[in-house]
């Protein structure tokens, strides 16, 4: 076999440079170096030529092979390249039998290339090789090079992919780099994610440089190489931040049961404890609520509710609809549905702005959830009196049971089955056509009754509205405080702020969150409600002081409402 001439260039060195730089095993190197060798030499020789390219971890070099086997005759014209009939072997001095594989060492020419020319005389004949030439030298590095680096391509790809589809539910860090349509591309380092703009904040916003901490969405193998699918507004970003935040979440010993949010606006998880030692809600809060204010400042002022877990689903409402305090809960089991009543002045601070502080609750525990402030109650039991108590059969222990059962007005018994109603305590089997028709009748009245109750509502809400300053009390006059509560009044007039101006003046922050419910981050936002109702209320006065000059009266006047 011929031997090759010595390259002045050794492989080893660049494999092992490579392998370190992109991460990839050297085998895999190797392997495609080999593949491009041949396919280099296969697009110079021929594609049906037998070659094979092998790598001499020895040498540091790639050295091309063709093999050729032994025939009795020639058959096969396209075979024929690869074939050399028995009586021009041993022409050429070769003993060899038909059916024999001879492999031949294809080399390299170079400027010195003697030995190789002697090869080439020697064995050119028998290979058909007289187009080989230096110019394959060239061929050979420009296509090795396309498919080395299509293949470390590749490979980087399929790394990549391999590190970040375990790491599908973390949590990772990275720098935003640019903007593509309204999604953010974030630099992970080894890779390149997207931030879509269906997983992004709407009040964040991103330059290009700043650090991006998301959660990991998804891992899509794409042909263009893997794409890791971030997000900031998943309800996991918010479990997972505290799971880095807290230890006691980490080791098991607390528990997220639950979590709710709406992404940046507000939050609530629910957390129990394996430990009775150890206080869930304050484990998260963390020492003067170091921790909580972590979680909130990485989701750039989130508002976060951490509430108890309880197994009883009533205490576990009343706690997820907090800061609002629940008079009574009413539980249907077979709809998962309850009606929580709470006090008037509560009402507003139970369903939030836009509903929000109820629809949270609401996914938080898994209930759907109907809040009504005691007076409003009071006016559904009078109303269901009236309107239930006409009906034939129908006493005032009926009544009640009828409306303990779901049954509000006549409407409700005039559209129940009948044997539905006939499995009510009390009900007369024999009075439930009567009933249900006397219902039917009732309807337009209640109608009447419901709009006239409506409007009396609107116009006593409207004549509060517009009472004048000077007739309220001090406490009225606070209980108009958006954020204030009877118990918040309270505290804050045992703490000396009697009244609005006290509240709106304090400029000790820290002396009016130390009230018992209020806090440092309440009282801002008490203190700006504060300043905002004085504004309003001068306005109003004004107003209010013009009509009576005046002589006349306004309650309708578009702009005369102030803040409840």
Not at 259 to 270: L, Q, V
Request: charge should be negative.
């Amino acid at each position: 076999m011929a031997t090759q001439a010595t390259p002045s260039l050794n492989l080893n060195l660049i494999l092992d440079q490579v392998a370190k730089d992109k991460g990839i095993d050297r085998s895999v190197l190797v392997s495609t170096l080999e593949d491009a060798m041949t396919t280099a030499a296969k697009k110079h020789f021929g594609q049906d030529r037998n070659l094979e390219a092998k790598f001499d971890p020895e040498k540091g070099v790639v050295e091309l092979f063709q093999a050729i086997v032994v025939v009795d005759q020639v058959t096969d014209p396209i075979q024929a390249v690869n074939q050399l009939t028995l009586e021009e072997a041993r022409k050429n001095g070769m003993e060899v039998e038909v059916g024999d594989e001879l492999v031949f060492q294809i080399f390299y020419r170079d400027e010195d290339a003697a030995e190789a020319k002697a090869q080439d005389d020697q064995y050119g004949d028998i290979l058909k090789l007289k187009t080989f030439r230096r110019g394959f030298g060239r061929i050979a590095a420009q296509t090795a090079k396309q498919v080395i680096l299509q293949r470390t391509r590749d490979a980087e790809r399929e790394n990549v992919f391999n590190e970040y589809k375990d790491r599908k539910g973390e949590i990772v860090t990275g720098i935003a780099r640019r903007f593509e349509r309204g999604n953010i591309v974030v630099d992970l380092g080894r890779a390149e994610s997207v931030l879509p703009v269906r997983e992004q904040v709407p009040r964040e916003t991103y330059r290009a440089g700043d650090r991006v901490q998301a959660y990991v969405l998804d891992v899509l193998r794409e042909s263009k190489g893997p794409q890791i699918v971030l997000s900031r507004a998943s309800v996991n970003l918010l479990t997972k931040l505290f799971e880095m935040e807290v230890p006691e979440i980490a080791e098991g010993i607390v528990v997220i049961e639950a979590a709710a949010r709406e992404p940046g606006g507000r939050a609530k998880i629910a957390v129990s404890s394996r430990d009775s030692d150890v206080d869930p809600v304050g484990a998260c809060v963390g020492m003067k609520g170091s921790r909580v204010q972590a979680v909130v400042q990485e989701l750039r002022g989130e508002k976060i509710d951490i509430v108890p877990f309880d197994e009883d689903s009533a205490r576990f409402v009343c706690s997820a609809l907090a800061p609002a305090e629940v008079s009574r809960v009413i539980i249907d089991e077979a709809n998962r549905a309850m009606e929580l009543i709470v006090p008037d002045d509560q009402l507003s601070l139970a369903i939030g702005r836009r509903g929000q502080n109820v629809r949270l609750a609401a996914q938080l525990t898994g209930w759907k959830l109907d809040i009504n402030s005691e007076s409003r109650v009071r006016e559904m039991r009078q109303f269901a009196s009236r309107s239930l108590g006409v009906l034939p059969g129908v006493n005032e222990m009926l009544v009640e049971t009828l409306y303990a059962h779901g049954f509000r007005r006549a409407s409700d018994v005039a559209g129940a089955l009948p044997e539905v109603l006939v499995q009510i305590p009390g009900v007369d089997v024999a009075q439930v056509p009567a009933m249900q028709e006397a219902a039917r009748q009732q309807l337009v009245l209640d109608e009447a009754e419901l709009a006239r109750m409506d409007h009396e509502r609107e116009q006593a809400r409207l004549a509060e509205a517009r009472r004048h300053p000077d007739e309220l009390s001090q406490t009225e006059r606070m209980a108009r405080v958006r954020g204030l509560g009877e118990r918040v009044i309270e505290g804050l007039q045992l703490a000396g702020y009697k009244t609005v101006e006290d509240v709106a003046n304090e400029k000790d922050l820290m002396r009016l969150g130390e009230v018992p419910g209020v806090g440092i981050k309440k009282a801002r936002q008490l203190k700006s409600a504060a300043e905002a109702y004085l504004l309003e209320e001068a306005r109003l006065r004004a107003e209010l002081d013009a009509e009576r000059a005046g002589g006349t009266t306004g309650p309708g006047q578009a702009g005369a409402q102030t803040e409840a």
